[in-house]
């Protein structure tokens, strides 16, 4: 077999492949398009339209829905890269009693289940006075184990020499990690962004859990909703699906070479 | 050792300024500074809920009337293992396990395999692989009930052509496990091939080159170079895998509609999803605590089976 004949089926294959996965999407986008007497039939471009959404946008709480899914991902998406930042530069460079057992606290988290925390964490929530707030949606999850890891695993492969020279130059500790370490590791931090983003703005079980008055849902848990009531109308489903997927895929789009990067320090170095 | 000790020996505490500047210098200051909002924040949603499912897990405590707690012994965890219902999910999720985790990290391999020796369009293929496990859960579960749907369904009608039955499979007692099941591996399986994409990397190139020169063909290659070069990559894989299926949940909660968790009866019933339906349908506090232990030790003996595996096989 020669090599040109070897790249046509791989290509091929890949191909098929793809188209299993792209099918889904394809439906979705274009069921969203249908009107109410096309569903689950052919049509030619020019029926297309968009009225689902207008419908969708005006008729549902779907605005107050996207409002509360960009504030709380923002709250979560800030609160995570400065803590989790700070905390893995502390441990991956600086030296202090405690810091082995500190190390083990942080990633010990990534082995435990939500499930063992999640009814207490509901009950404090719940005594807090959080129920259906920003606060039990944001707070207890501005720290994240897995995301400390991946950035201590990039920090400790920034040469120490960089970090000598500022000292000799008289930087301070924490200017060293403002002004060296920072601007180095804009790579590492869009991997965090891009976790910590698709991980808060798909996240389901808590929200789920944590809220009950519809104007504070979050999209996904909106979304669930919105096709429990309206089942029969899969025009209307598909386009609050992809008014729920449009953000995640332009984010991901945007720093999707930093998650393969970051898939590769973390899950093969570690 | 350099200017700024010089300096500040000199004019110790003299101004706020230059003890800032000290401070600001000692590693164990600025090292417990870094981590001071993470040690307390893992305190309050962390290590203390942790430890207060554990006390929970040995008293009989419900969320309408926490007051009225009691401690029970080991009475919760008897419970669940006697508990039909926590068996049949069980199974199910030890199916789906059992299912799922191979054939989403044997289809991964072989697309990663595919992928790496191609020139053109890498990059688009590995995002369109990718893109269901960016995708919400209930979003891609939500788009498949309508694919797997009676009659009209794309995927029901193709898998009608090999002759299985026409229903909706999210609501037959038959076909929701398999459905889940296709589910599953579809979220994952390009998340896994970009984790094989990285190992295969690894591997360097002289030793495929000098294999042709013996004569091996790419068959062989496959089983004799890159399975057991990609060895690591695959205990991640099916680690990750195994506690990723385990913990499926969002797709039977979204499946089961305005039904019961785990419909059609219990046949999407996960351990997370009886875990779920113990602790906030029924507000056993308790109870459910008790069960999510169990989950616990359950990811961790997977794990630990799973790792004694894949180093005898070295």
């Known amino acids: ?270 | 050792m350099n200017a700024v000790h010089v300096g500040k020996g000199k004019e110790e505490g003299a101004k706020p300024r230059l003890r800032f500047a000290r401070l600001a210098n000692s590693s164990v200051f600025v090292g417990y500074l870094f981590v001071a909002p993470i040690i307390l924040l893992m305190a309050c949603w962390f290590y203390y809920p942790l430890l207060r499912s554990f006390l929970y897990s040995f008293q009989d405590i419900n969320f309408l009337n926490p007051s009225a707690a009691r401690f029970i012994g080991l009475d919760n965890y008897k419970g669940i293992l006697q508990d039909p219902d926590f068996w049949n999910a069980f199974r199910n999720s030890a199916l789906l396990t059992v299912i799922a985790v191979p054939l989403q990290s044997m289809i991964a391999l072989i697309i990663a395999v595919g992928l790496n020796k191609v020139i053109r369009m890498k990059g688009v293929f590995r995002t369109l692989y990718y893109m269901p496990y960016i995708t919400s859960t209930i979003a891609v579960t939500t788009v498949f009930m309508y694919l797997f749907m009676q009659q009209d369904g794309i995927a029901t009608r193709f898998f009608h052509l090999f002759g299985l039955k026409d229903v909706s499979w999210y609501a037959s007692v038959t076909y929701a496990l398999p459905f889940l099941i296709i589910l599953t591996v579809w979220t994952y399986v390009g998340f896994y091939v970009v984790i094989y994409l990285g190992g295969l990397q690894t591997i360097p190139s002289d030793v495929y080159e000098s294999s042709k020169v013996d004569g091996a063909n790419v068959w062989q290659q496959f089983w004799k170079i890159t399975v057991p070069m990609l060895r690591p990559t695959t205990f991640l894989v099916l680690t990750s895998g195994i506690i990723y299926v385990m913990q499926v949940f969002d797709q039977p909660y979204a499946l089961a509609r305005n039904g019961s968790l785990g419909s059609p009866a219990g046949a999407t019933s996960t351990i997370v999803v009886y875990f779920y339906s113990q602790a906030f349908s029924y507000n056993r506090a308790g109870y459910g605590s008790a069960a999510a232990f169990i989950i616990f030790t359950l990811i961790v003996a997977a794990t630990l089976i799973q790792k004694r595996f894949t180093r005898e096989d070295i």
């Open chain 1, 1 to 270: 077999m020669d090599n040109r004949k070897s790249q046509w089926l791989r290509y091929t294959l890949l191909t098929i492949c793809s188209l299993v996965f792209v099918v889904p999407f394809g439906y979705a986008l274009y069921t969203s398009l249908l009107s109410k007497a096309d569903i689950d039939k052919l049509v030619a471009l020019n029926r297309l339209t968009w009225t689902n959404y207008s419908d969708v946008l005006l008729h549902s709480d779907i605005k107050i829905w996207y409002k509360n899914s960009i504030i709380v991902t923002l709250g979560i998406l800030i609160g995570n890269l400065f803590i989790n930042t700070t905390a893995a530069y502390s441990l991956a460079r600086l030296r202090y009693p405690g810091k082995a057992l500190i190390f083990f606290l942080i990633i010990g988290m990534m082995m435990v289940p939500y499930q063992v925390t999640i009814i207490p964490i509901y009950s404090m929530i719940v005594k807090l006075g959080w129920l259906n707030s920003y606060e039990g949606l944001i707070l207890p999850f501005l720290f994240q184990g897995f995301l400390v890891f991946l950035m201590r695993q990039f920090f400790i492969t920034i040469p120490r020499e960089l970090e000598e020279a500022a000292e000799v130059d008289g930087v301070t500790k924490i200017g060293i990690f403002f002004r060296i370490i920072l601007p180095l590791s804009r790579g590492a931090i869009g991997t965090q962004i891009i976790f910590s983003y698709t991980g808060t703005w798909n996240s389901f079980v808590w929200p789920v859990t944590l809220v009950n008055d519809s104007r504070m849902y979050v999209l996904t848990v909106g979304l669930n909703t919105l096709k429990n009531r309206y089942f029969e109308w899969p025009n209307l489903t598909m386009t609050g699906v992809i008014l729920l997927t449009i953000p995640i895929i332009i984010v991901f789009l945007i720093f999707q070479r930093h998650l393969v990067q970051g898939i590769a320090t973390t899950g093969l170095k570690g």
